[in-house]
Structures are given as C-alpha cells and as structure tokens.
C-alpha cells in the first residue's frame, strides 16, 4: 500500500479557506503565505454560494434543512475529544474492538475497519475554529473508521436539491456514532477523538483506506467495495491498542477506474481528471481540481454529487450488483464490457433523476 509523503495543510482545502473573512488580519496573512489561491478564490466568491437562496437549485425547504442539520452537527464539537475516566478497564482490547465494530454496525454504518495511525492521516496544521494554525497531529496510535451510505433515490438527483440534504443527514448520522464511540472508549480509560464535518485533524479517506474500507478512486475519494463513493466517512482515533483490520487488496477498483472515467465525464465543472494516475506526494493517484469542484457548489448551491451518484460502483448492494462486481474485481476483459454495459443501460451521461414525489410536496 503507498503511503503519501507529507501531510496536507488544512488551511489550504476548500472549506477552511471558503471561512476567511475578506480584510480580516487572517484573510490577508493566508494570501500572503499562498498568493496562487488568491485568482481562484475570488472567483468562488463572486457566485452565490452553497446553500445560497439566490444559487441555481435553491428549494427552500431542501437549503434550510441542510443548513439546520450542519449546523446541528457543529453542536458536537465541543464533545468530540474530552479527558478519559482515570481508570482503564480490565476488558481486553479485542473484546473492546468486537463490542465497538458490532455496535457501529448497529447504528447504521455499512463497515468498519481498524488501523494503526500513520503521520500521513494526520492534517499537519488545523485550518478551522478556535485552534486555527495549530499543529493537528494527536498522540493516538490507532484509529476506526467507518461509512455510512447516502440513499440512492436522493443521490440520483444530483447536482439538484435533495443532494444537499441527504449530505447533511449523513454527516449528522456518522457524527453521532464517532462521537458516541470516542465517548465509550474515554469511559473505558483510553483518550479517544471523534473527526467529524467541520472539525478533523486526519485525513478520513486515507485512514478509511488503510483501515481496510476501500481504495482512492479517480476522484479522489474512498471507493468501497459495497457501494462505491456513495458514503460518508467518520474517524475515531484513539490510544487503545485495537486489533488492527485484515488487508484487503481492493486494486481491481483503480483498475476499474482507469478504464471507466465516467466520473471525469459527467462531472459539471470538469474538475475531474481523464488522464491517468500522476505522482503526488510520492504516490501514483488522481487529483481532482478543488478550486473547481467548490466553484460549482458556489453557483449550484449544493455539493453537486453527480460524480458519486453515476459511478458504476455506486449501484445499489444488491445481488445483481454485486454479481458484476465480482466479475469487475476477478476478470480484466469483463471490466472492459461492465463499462459498456453500464453505458448502455443507464447512459454515458445519465440525467438527473426526478425529485422524489413525496419531497415535490414541501
């Protein structure tokens, strides 16, 4: 497995630079520091923004309901990290990590894998809240990550209204389990961090990743095996020595994508590259174009999804489906054809889906 040279600085991501406040002492120093970000900044700014009443797919009920939900999630950081009890229990770790993976399962999420921390998940400095420009990197030698899906009827919407909100729903479902579990593992003595929306200091796809869950896809997030890119992903870290997950060699995924690039051609913004892997940070992967990607949020007024929503992977978790994953991940020729076929039944640029009846009526 190809571990990144370097940590990312979360100053320099999309979403704590959308948070600078223009003439502010912050705003100024960071184009100081990063002055190429400056052009493509100013142009996200001028659109109207995600969850903006004035942007292309406003729908009242849709944009407020994913602003409430968001901001609902915030209400967890002050709890996702905390002093653990003075006493450490007695229960084997093992038997801590099979209750833990039962009970994530439990509350919804679709899987779960555990995983030694490396310096590469971590964030290098913190670019949101109070603790901006601090280092981000904890003393937790390991970590739980876990997926939850996005529906597919809402995805299918996508870049339209319904998409937003059923992001929002699953950053909120995937903040409840990680901040529960940090909760139980400092109750059993351990320190624990739940990494949440709005409040991370790792990189989730890349523990997801190592912890078993997927693989890096062409567009720069976690594939899994399941149900492709159409997840959230929350992370726990902690100092509890788990059992770490089994390897699983999910590289027929990359290989799929390097044939497939449906993803780089239904994406609205082309922010998603056809070519084939670069190295980056000493590591063959896809980048995609950030600066874009976040541009299109600005005018759709969503987080788009459309890239997640026509990935063949995306498919429900079925036994037909799963049927032609199987075949994907065991035969090179069936790549080939599983592409076509996909072309053929649901097109090389699918359209988006109608809005669900019963949300046509709020």
Not at 38 to 49: A, Q, V, Y
Not at 134 to 147: C, E, M, V, Y
Not at 198 to 217: F, Q, S
Request: positive net charge; glycine residues 6%.
């Amino acid at each position: 497995m190809e571990k990144p040279l370097g940590q990312i600085n979360e100053k320099t991501v999309m979403f704590s630079r959308k948070l600078l406040d223009p003439g502010s002492e912050r705003y100024e120093k960071y184009y100081e520091e990063f002055p190429g970000h400056k052009e493509p900044d100013l142009h996200f700014r001028s659109k109207p923004g995600l969850l903006n009443e004035h942007a292309a797919f406003y729908d009242p009920f849709a944009f407020n309901t994913a602003s409430a939900i968001l901001k609902s999630v915030k209400a967890f950081h002050p709890i996702v990290d905390g002093e653990p009890a003075q006493r450490t229990s007695d229960i084997e770790a093992e038997k801590i990590a099979s209750s833990i993976r039962k009970w994530i399962l439990r509350e919804g999420a679709v899987s779960v894998g555990f995983t030694k921390t490396h310096d590469y998940h971590w964030n290098s400095v913190i670019g949101r809240g109070d603790d901006f420009g601090k280092r981000a990197q904890l003393p937790h030698s390991h970590a739980i990550a876990f997926t939850v899906e996005m529906d597919k009827k809402f995805m299918d919407t996508a870049p339209h209204a319904p998409t937003v909100m059923e992001s929002a729903n699953q950053y909120m479902r995937a903040a409840v389990i990680a901040t529960e579990v940090a909760m139980i593992i400092r109750k059993l003595g351990y320190h624990a961090r739940a990494h949440i929306d709005g409040n991370y200091r790792v990189v989730c796809p890349l523990v997801a990743r190592d912890a078993g869950l997927g693989e890096i896809g062409r567009m720069g997030i976690l594939m899994t095996p399941e149900i492709g890119p159409r997840v959230r992903i929350a992370v726990v870290t902690t100092d509890l020595p788990l059992p770490l997950s089994a390897k699983a060699d999910h590289s027929h995924m990359i290989k799929f994508c390097r044939i497939c690039k449906k993803c780089a051609h239904v994406c609205p913004s082309q922010a998603i590259s056809v070519d084939d892997r670069k190295d980056i940070h000493g590591v063959k992967r896809w980048q995609i174009n950030q600066e874009s990607c976040y541009t299109y949020w600005c005018i759709a007024g969503t987080d788009c999804g459309k890239c997640m929503s026509d990935c063949p992977y995306s498919h429900p978790n079925n036994l037909f489906h799963n049927m032609i994953r199987a075949l994907i991940k065991n035969s090179f020729i069936f790549r080939h054809f599983a592409v076509k076929m996909d072309d053929f039944f649901y097109g090389r640029k699918p359209k988006p889906k109608p809005i669900p009846k019963w949300f046509q009526g709020t």
